[in-house]
T-cell receptor, first 112, second 115 residues
């Protein structure tokens, strides 16, 4: 059972554009929603994270939008740059449980 | 300074062999993990240890056995390797906390190829 559904599977955006990746979850007990960024040949690294008590969190060009009632959250990358080309994973964690459940990943390519 | 390190980075072996992957973290974290990333990039947790105690054990074949000699190390031993074990295996660590930050730090991965 896929508890965190991520879309799209791949995304091509022009330099300077906005990249948007969406995730939906099923388990209302999830209380922590991070996004990880993975470059080829490297391990995933935390990019930004949000808890369900806020609807938006912004760090530089990266913003998480969170819709608790719809059980959806999304990553927005503003002014996308070629260096942002990577695979992005959303994830979720249930309160009191150290396990992260990952989405299926989105391969983002920023073209000049 | 490398935070989470894994050895080896690449491992090519034949079906039926036994192999080990080592992981070490110098972050002082109490919790360590093993993940498997398949060819489609899907990341799935396999095991988690907190202070040398197994706390997460997903549905993984018995051929996989984690061992934590101390809280800075978590090794993965795989018996009787099969073709389907080919994947990238990531070690990760995190502090044992439910505070406002909860970051798992991943190692660089070990690409296992079973022929």
């Amino acid at each position: 059972q896929q508890q965190v559904k991520q879309s799209p599977q791949s995304l091509i955006v022009q330099k300077g554009g906005i990249s948007i990746i969406n995730c939906a979850y099923e388990n209302t007990a999830f209380d922590y929603f991070p996004w990880y960024q993975q470059f080829p040949g490297k391990g995933p690294a935390l990019l930004i994270a949000i808890r369900p008590d806020v609807s938006e969190k912004k760090e530089g060009r990266f913003t998480i939008s969170f819709n608790k009632s719809a059980k959806q959250f999304s990553l927005h990358i503003m002014d996308s740059q070629p260096g942002d080309s990577a695979t992005y994973f959303c994830a979720a964690r249930r309160e009191g449980n150290e396990k992260l459940t990952f989405g299926t990943g989105t391969r983002l390519t920023i073209i000049p | 300074d490398t935070a989470v390190s894994q050895t080896p980075k690449y491992l090519v072996t034949q079906m039926g062999n036994d192999k080990s992957i080592k992981c070490e973290q110098n972050l002082g974290h109490d919790t360590m993990y093993w993940y498997k990333q398949d060819s489609k990039k899907f990341l799935k947790i396999m095991f988690s240890y907190n202070n040398k105690e197994l706390i997460i054990n997903e549905t993984v074949p018995n051929r996989f056995s984690p061992k934590s000699p101390d809280k800075a190390h978590l090794n993965l031993h795989i018996n009787s390797l099969e073709l389907g074990d080919s994947a990238v295996y990531f070690c990760a660590s995190s502090p044992w906390t439910s505070g406002s930050t909860y970051e798992q730090y991943f190692g660089p991965g070990t690409r296992l190829t079973v022929t």
